[in-house]
């Protein structure tokens, strides 16, 4: 405990360090502030049939990742997800477009105009996504008397400028969050409309426990212990790898390697889970698909049966194939994202190998084939943590709101971006000792 509580007292006292955790609680300040600025021209007292139509299911999560900014009709109701759209489909491009690919060879010139192309793809996305929004509140129960000025032009051309600059001026808080704060904004920003979720969540869940005599505070102590257990889980899913050895040679003066220089040996990490929540992200999208298929053959059996089971998403069937889609994804994902050809060649190039593995394509094909057998659990791990709110609804009966927390993309995503703020400052930590530790040659205590 003395150890925690000297890092905190050493983290305060590193002025960069201060300044940008500083910034990065402001930023979030003025994001969670916007959360709750309605939409100009409707009633906030008639959104409560909005609020209880997204308390679960696939408009749940989405209200989560905006942290109820989706319920509440705000300035940010699309929250930041446009851009996260717009960043997976850059990247998908990028394996067939060829201009693409030769931008994500040309460095920080080429990354910054990739990110240009991705902040007017999100535009463009906006302005598709926020229309929808605004037409599919009545779909929601949300009645027309909310719409003070109707939902002639209007109303809807302002309020689809404001979505769209919502959207823009989020994803701006993101960038300075990564610039100026402690980086990784865009998850920050995800993870922190997440968290702000999870109070009325578990107040709704402790209230059903206690009130209707459905197992009281002992059961809620259990929830919480299998809560913590899934956390651990999560974490062992996101930081685990597969060390695979590599040495380095020198090259001699005929022309050849020296091999096994002494202390030339260190490792590749390949991660049990390289493709983190992106197979979750792509399954969910798909999971429409059962349901409007169904509606297309609503006259048959299957295409009723199809819209009872796929409209559920605790339901078995629904689990079932978002499982088997999640297995798949997570493969492709890390097939597109893990590059075994190009680490294979980087290792021959500055002279690294593989023992008892020769350079070059051998090389690829054997972290190709170690990627394919340690994604396999990884993808399992993966997708069972994805459905194991629903597994919790059935054996537990916990509130569908609080469920949400004990695995999918919401816990995936908090604990991803919590380890990566974690090692952010812990790096500066690092520097500044190793700082001290170049100018006195010993420890220096840091002011």
């Not at 109820?68 to 446009?82: H, K, T, Y």
């Not at 209007?154 to 989020?170: E, H, R, T």
């Not at 390697?257 to 040996?265: F, L, M």
């Not at 170690?370 to 054996?395: E, W, Y």
Request: charged residues 15%; glycine residues 10%; hydrophobic residues 50%.
């Amino acid at each position: 405990m003395k150890n925690f509580f000297d890092t905190i007292s050493n983290i305060w006292k590193i002025e960069e360090l201060r300044n940008r955790i500083l910034i990065t609680l402001g930023l979030l300040l003025v994001y969670r502030f916007g959360c709750q600025i309605v939409l100009p021209g409707i009633d906030s007292t008639q959104l409560a049939a909005l609020a209880s139509s997204t308390d679960q299911g696939i408009f749940g999560l989405l209200n989560a990742f905006t942290g109820g900014a989706f319920a509440n009709a705000s300035v940010f109701a699309l929250g930041i997800m446009p851009y996260i759209s717009a960043s997976i489909v850059v990247q998908l491009m990028g394996i067939a477009i060829p201009y693409l690919q030769k931008l994500q060879k040309e460095g920080e010139s080429g990354r910054k105009t990739i990110n240009q192309i991705t902040r007017w793809l999100t535009i463009g996305i906006c302005i598709v996504q926020a229309p929808a929004y605004l037409y599919g509140l009545e779909a929601f129960g949300v009645r027309d008397s909310a719409f003070l000025l109707g939902k002639g032009l209007d109303f809807m051309v302002p309020a689809v400028i404001i979505l769209v600059s919502g959207c823009v001026f989020a994803m701006w808080l993101g960038e300075k969050i990564t610039d100026k704060g402690i980086g990784n904004g865009i998850s920050l920003l995800i993870m922190i409309g997440i968290i702000a979720t999870m109070p009325q969540s578990f107040v709704q869940e402790f209230l059903s426990r206690t009130t209707n005599n459905n197992g009281g505070l002992m059961f809620i102590l259990v929830e919480i212990i299998v809560w913590f257990l899934v956390i651990l889980a999560s974490i062992l899913l996101v930081m685990a790898t597969r060390q695979i050895p590599v040495q380095y040679a020198r090259r001699t003066a005929s022309g050849g390697y020296e091999k096994n220089v002494a202390g030339s040996r260190q490792y590749i990490p390949l991660k049990l889970n390289a493709s983190g929540v992106m197979p979750i992200i792509f399954a969910q999208a798909i999971m429409f698909v059962p349901g409007l298929i169904g509606q297309a053959f609503d006259e048959t059996s299957a295409g009723q049966w199809m819209q009872v089971q796929f409209a559920d998403i605790f339901g078995w069937a629904y689990n079932l194939l978002f499982a088997f889609l999640i297995i798949i994804f997570t493969y492709f994902y890390t097939a597109i994202t893990v590059p075994t050809n190009k680490m294979a060649d980087d290792l021959k190039r500055s002279g690294g190998f593989i023992p008892g593995i020769r350079p070059g394509k051998e090389t690829g094909d054997f972290l190709d084939k170690i990627m394919s057998l340690i994604t396999l659990p990884g993808s399992i791990f993966l997708a069972l943590l994805a459905v194991l709110p629903a597994i919790v609804v059935k054996l537990m009966d916990v509130q569908p709101g609080w469920a949400m927390f004990y695995g999918g993309t919401s816990l995936l995503i908090m604990v991803g971006v919590a380890i990566d703020t974690v090692q952010q400052v812990n790096s500066y930590l690092l520097n500044r000792h190793y700082d001290g530790l170049m100018k006195s040659g010993k420890n220096r205590k840091v002011a």
